[in-house]
């Protein structure tokens, strides 16, 4: 089966490592799996134009319900070129729902949006999916979509690291979270070493907001985050994200308030488990443990988060066991030949 996936692809941000996994799993069970658009070798995946050649249609919207390439002509081609009942759409930030607020983080600015939204996907697929296991709406089908690829693991390591503590990813609707894990932090400060926060938004306003009118959407507290001495760099290309995280003895995992509301996955969530680093979840317990096993519980900050950071600064090797238990049950349950899978039974059912 040849799979189109419509996507809008970032360099240093977004899905474009979960699709090239995508693209290496359909290889090996002989299916295809390409983008809608041309060549860009600034983001290298897998680019297609001949709608005509493909077997099913794939949309993934994220943070927008615009094409990357093409105008409406392009759609037009897109809709008319694969029937419906071939049409399968990913709704991936939780937008395909009644507007939802949760403190400043909102998945809509208003009713309008969140009705826009809502017509577009339903007028291209009745097949709706979110990565969630609980989806608010009956018609909306759970599916993760973002998956684990044992190709990523770096194998645990011995020896200092150049950091105590990195977080990959943008600051879009994370301060709030960033701020519980920066505060569990401050007790035991001296004992982590550098901290570097790695992706757009930390120290200054992404060159994008302001033209978008989302300021608010990137709000930090570079003021607080000099005084804890936590380094803010530039975002890397999605190919060095594992990379980075192994630089650190640990990496918080945590989600924007809505995400953690609608108990969403990301793609980050199955990355960090596989890098040289201990992964600490700011997250609802029930949803770790869900995606991970119960084993991950041990890493999920509670009621007393700096004395947690402090035992697993103790006693790493324990947790490293840990991260193995949740590699095991990634494997088994979430690789991207689990996911092309039963993609492909949405196409055809």
């Known amino acids: 089966m040849k799979l189109l996936f419509v996507y809008w692809p970032f360099e240093d941000q977004g899905s474009g490592l979960v699709i090239q996994g995508y693209s290496a799993a359909a290889r090996d069970l002989g299916h295809e799996i390409a983008v809608y658009g041309i060549e860009y070798s600034k983001i290298p995946l897998d680019y297609y134009l001949d709608v005509g050649a493909a077997d099913a249609v794939v949309f ?20 008319a ?6 049409r399968v759409l990913i709704d991936g930030d939780g937008n395909y729902n009644e507007p939802i607020s949760v403190g400043a983080d909102r998945n809509h600015a208003d009713e309008e949006s969140s009705r826009r939204w809502t017509e577009i996907c339903d007028s291209l697929s009745d097949k709706v999916c979110q990565p969630t296991f609980h989806p608010c709406r009956a018609n909306v089908r759970p599916f993760l979509f973002y998956a684990y690829d044992p190709a990523w693991e770096v194998p645990f390591g011995v020896g200092r690291k150049e950091f105590g503590m990195t977080y990959v990813g943008h600051s879009k609707f994370r301060w709030e979270p960033m701020q519980q894990v920066l505060q569990a932090v401050e007790p035991v400060r001296e004992y982590i070493g550098r901290i570097a926060l790695v992706g757009h938004g930390w120290g200054s306003l992404p060159a994008w907001a302001a033209a978008m009118q989302i300021e608010d959407d990137y709000y930090s507290d570079p003021a607080y985050l000099a005084a804890l001495g936590v380094e803010v760099l530039p975002a890397v290309p999605f190919g060095r994200v594992v990379e980075w995280m192994s630089k650190a003895t640990f990496n918080p995992i945590l989600l924007r308030p809505t995400f953690n509301r609608l108990r969403l996955v990301t793609p980050r969530m199955f990355e960090t488990p596989a890098a040289d680093t201990l992964p600490v979840f700011l997250v609802d317990g029930l949803h770790v443990r869900e995606l991970y ?10 009621d007393d988060p700096s004395a947690q950071i402090t035992d697993l600064l103790n006693r790493p090797g324990h947790y490293r066991d840990v991260v193995r238990e949740m590699r095991e049950h990634l494997r088994a349950r979430h690789s991207h030949r689990a996911r092309l899978t039963e993609l492909i039974e949405i196409v055809e059912s």
């Open 60 to 79: 993934i919207f994220e943070w927008t319900i615009r094409l990357y390439y093409g105008d409406h002509l392009d759609l037009v081609r897109l809709v």
């Open 293 to 302: 096993g119960d084993a991950a519980g041990e890493l999920v900050l509670g």
């Open 81 to 86: 070129g694969v029937p419906r009942e071939r």
